[in-house]
């Protein structure tokens, strides 16, 4: 198919979004710029304690401040506690999250009563005339002490102390190994830090009595729905959740937040329109945090290179309150097997609780952790062998598909040994060995790092809604359960329809983010926008189609087989063009009863639920070349190489766009970001002054490829990519830094490679 300005938009072609044109003008709102007649301003008072009980909440000075309409606590309204996390791994009901603390608070940040203003100054200067009475408790906020007998319990009614989950261990996996290699490895916190902080405005519905509208940045207002009306007491028909234009989520913004639920119920509770918007310290503070493993691993192996088994020993740190958090861990041993084929594994996991920000999904969601574990394990067998990393990943990978994992993971497809040898012809690897030695036989000050990742991850999951409707304009129609927030849906969704139906690329409208206009939908999250919901959209349209061309032979008074797509045209006769009817004409007909064929519903409109069989598993490969000054611990990162494959693309362009985003947040990961909190939890990494994150400036052009290997899980072959980069870079970036200095003795070094990190390990060594 071919826009307006003869550029290919169907399948396959590089289409630039159409979203980011009102994005960047300004026309498209954000949470923050809608402006509700008469809202009033919601300021939350935090916890300033780690843990403490509360003896007392004193809100009467607060309350006759300038401009309070009222101050609220847990016991000014009726919000039932977030639900523990469920299967396929649950936390106990006592580890539930109140959504305003009322008894006792468990991190710093942890809203407990919340003041409401004619203006946000006024908001924010009563909310300092909150007087709340504290009695300290101790504090743990390391999730190793948290373990240790006698440790501060966050809930000590709870029935297995800070324990919030655990994952039964496997068989013995080390038996018999010529070569062991073992390691404790630190899968440092980290925090999404997307461009727009937490916000929501909540209103009263002026259209349907008793019933409320909520606007907020989310990865899926139905979920976001289901969620505040189980805390409120609600039925689904009484709350519409709109998702504007979101400034990123990372996963992020897959929870629905406990200030998000208060700002409806204040809604309901003072029958007014209420806005919330967070500073960035509280988003530090508050937003859920990524990552935050310790794991030790053995791996055993042949002196030949083969590995025999995996070990390994994960604790993941959930934060105060489990949740979601404790899917993460799961994930991991899920995927531990990375792309090699390992006939045993024994994977162990523990969730703790601690009196940190809670943990919950970030870019990758326990996939990256598993890459770090044993792509890192992998080479530290490398080296203890004395073989080429490059090598014993050849001699391990998997290679027939499709490969079911002792983990249990089904691989659909792939191609591991192509996208290796890409990339290390790409990069010319032999030369940078050749650099490499000649930097340490001269002894430089600056040591070159050749570091890879070889890599598999989990992509798609559950069902999604999509629909396609053919108006009698000829504009068609097309929504979406699931919910972009920098995804590109519009376009994606609008190059499926678009070469399906061969209407104009612009033709196409794409409505998702809203429950009153969409009926269902799981959100964005997991990578399976394309291949889940995309597959929904493109099996509506075809239904549609196939409706269109009955239509059209019963008008035309040919055989249905007879029917083509005259792209820009409509249906007609093959070879016969200017026999085709226009779309609007055959939406027009169709809502004629004289004129549609015996047995035909009205309308050109066609619904579709997809639901993946399985999950996909895309794969790649990362190089990557750090320099190390030896002397003072510094460290660049000088070329990144990557051949990336997730399956059939519809848009390279978009591909190229998540595949970079991707890398800039692994290589963060391995070199820059950490949140930190001292030993009375307070976060110390907090705000952009201290929390290390890159600009571009920090980063190498990357060379990026692609190898397509479709899965066979959907008929778009898709599988998805907007995790890859960010799992990929961190091992190849990590084994890089670590590389440069092994021949000084450094073995391994915890992420982020800080200078001073660098410099104690090459002082160590």
């Given amino acids: 198919m071919t826009g307006s300005n003869g550029s290919s938009t169907g399948r396959g072609a590089a289409v630039r979004r159409v979203e980011d044109p009102p994005l960047l003008r300004g026309t498209r709102p954000y949470t923050d ?11 939350f008072v935090r916890s300033g304690f780690a843990h403490a009980t509360i003896t007392s909440i004193d809100v009467s000075e607060a309350a006759s401040a300038p401009g309070v309409v009222g101050v609220y606590t847990a016991a000014d309204l009726e919000m039932q506690p977030q639900p523990p996390a469920g299967p396929p791994v649950a936390t106990p009901g006592e580890m539930r999250r109140p959504i305003l603390a009322s008894e006792r608070v468990r991190f710093i940040g942890e809203p ?49 102390g800070n324990v919030a989950a655990q994952g039964p261990a496997g068989e013995d996996a080390l038996g018999d190994a ?28 002026p259209d349907t009595p008793g019933a409320f509208i909520l606007w907020t940045p989310s990865q899926g207002p139905h979920a976001y729905q289901s969620a505040v009306c189980e805390s409120l007491g609600l039925e689904k028909e009484q709350l519409r959740v709109v998702t504007p234009a979101t400034g990123g989520g990372f996963g992020a913004r897959i929870a629905c937040y406990p200030e998000t639920i208060t700002l409806v119920a204040l809604a309901r509770e003072l029958n007014r329109a209420v806005r919330y918007i967070e500073t960035r310290s509280e988003t ?11 794991q030790r691993f053995d791996l055993a192996g042949t002196r030949e290179g083969k590995v025999t088994g995996l070990k390994a020993r994960v604790i993941a740190d959930c934060g105060a309150y489990p949740a979601d958090a404790s899917l993460m861990p799961m994930l991991t041993g899920l995927m531990s097997c990375g792309v090699y084929d390992i006939p045993k594994v024994d994977f162990q996991f523990t969730c703790v609780v601690t009196n940190t920000t809670p943990i919950g999904a970030y870019r990758g969601a326990g996939r990256p952790e598993a890459t770090a574990l044993i792509e890192r394990a992998i080479d530290m067998f490398a080296d203890e062998i004395g073989m080429d990393p490059a090598e014993v990943r050849r001699i391990n990978f998997i290679r027939d598909f499709p490969h079911q994992t002792v983990t249990g993971a089904n691989y659909d497809s792939g191609e591991y040994e192509a996208a290796l040898n890409r990339v290390l012809e790409t990069a010319g690897y032999q030369q940078l060995l050749d650099q490499q030695r000649e930097r340490r036989e001269n002894g430089s000050p600056l040591q070159l790092g050749i570091g890879l990742c070889s890599y598999v991850e989990w992509t798609g999951f559950g069902s999604e809604l999509g629909t396609c409707e053919v108006g009698e304009d000829g504009i068609v129609t097309v929504r979406s359960g699931a919910s972009a927030h920098g995804q590109g849906h519009e376009t994606a969704y609008a190059q499926l329809v678009s070469g399906t139906l061969g209407v104009p690329f612009e033709d196409v409208r794409v409505i998702q983010s809203d429950t009153a206009k969409v009926a269902r939908g799981m959100g964005t999250a997991g990578s399976r926008s394309l291949q889940v919901g995309g597959t929904a959209v493109l099996n509506a349209s075809n239904e549609v189609l196939e409706k269109g061309r009955r239509l059209a032979a019963h008008l035309l008074e040919a055989d249905v087989g007879d029917i083509a797509v005259f792209p820009g045209e409509g249906l007609g006769v093959t070879g016969a063009p200017g026999s085709a009817l226009s779309w609007a004409q055959l939406a027009a007909a169709a809502s004629d009863d004289g004129r549609r064929p015996d047995g035909m519903m009205p309308g050109l409109t066609a619904e579709n639920d997809f639901e993946t069989p399985d ?17 003072t611990g510094s460290t660049k990162l000088i070329r990144h190489v990557t051949v990336d494959d997730a399956g059939t693309m519809l848009n390279p362009l978009m591909v190229e766009g998540q595949v970079h985003g991707g890398i800039a947040q692994g290589v963060a990961q391995a070199l820059y970001e950490e949140i930190a909190f001292d030993e009375d939890g307070n976060n110390v990494t907090g705000s952009l002054a201290s929390y290390a994150m890159p600009s571009a400036g920090d980063l190498p052009m990357y060379e990026t490829e692609r190898t397509q290997t479709p899965t066979p899980r959907n008929p778009l072959g898709a599988k998805g990519i907007g995790e890859a980069g960010a799992i990929g870079a961190t091992p190849a970036v990590w084994n890089a830094v670590v590389d440069a200095l092994s021949h000084l003795g450094v073995r391994n070094i915890d992420m982020p490679a800080t200078p001073q990190r660098v410099w104690e390990a090459i002082s160590a060594a």
């Fill in 112 to 160: 407990v009563a919340v003041v409401v203003a004619e203006t946000r100054a006024q908001a924010v200067d009563a909310s300092e005339l909150v007087y709340v009475d504290y009695d300290a408790l101790d504090v743990v906020v390391d999730m190793e002490k948290a373990l240790e007998p006698g440790a501060p319990l966050l809930f000590e009614d709870a029935p297995n």
């Fill in 615 to 631: 999950a996909t598993y895309p794969f790649g490969t990362h190089l990557a070349v750090v320099e190390v000054d030896v002397e």
């Fill in 284 to 294: 530090m503070l508050a937003m859920q945090h990524g990552r935050a493993q310790v």
């Fill in 33 to 43: 710029d809608l402006r509700e007649p008469g809202a009033l301003y919601a300021v």
């Fill in 178 to 205: 010529q070569v062991i290699v073992s390691a404790r490895l630190v899968n440092q916190r980290l925090a999404a830090v997307p461009m727009e902080p937490g916000a929501g405005v909540a209103a009263p519905d």
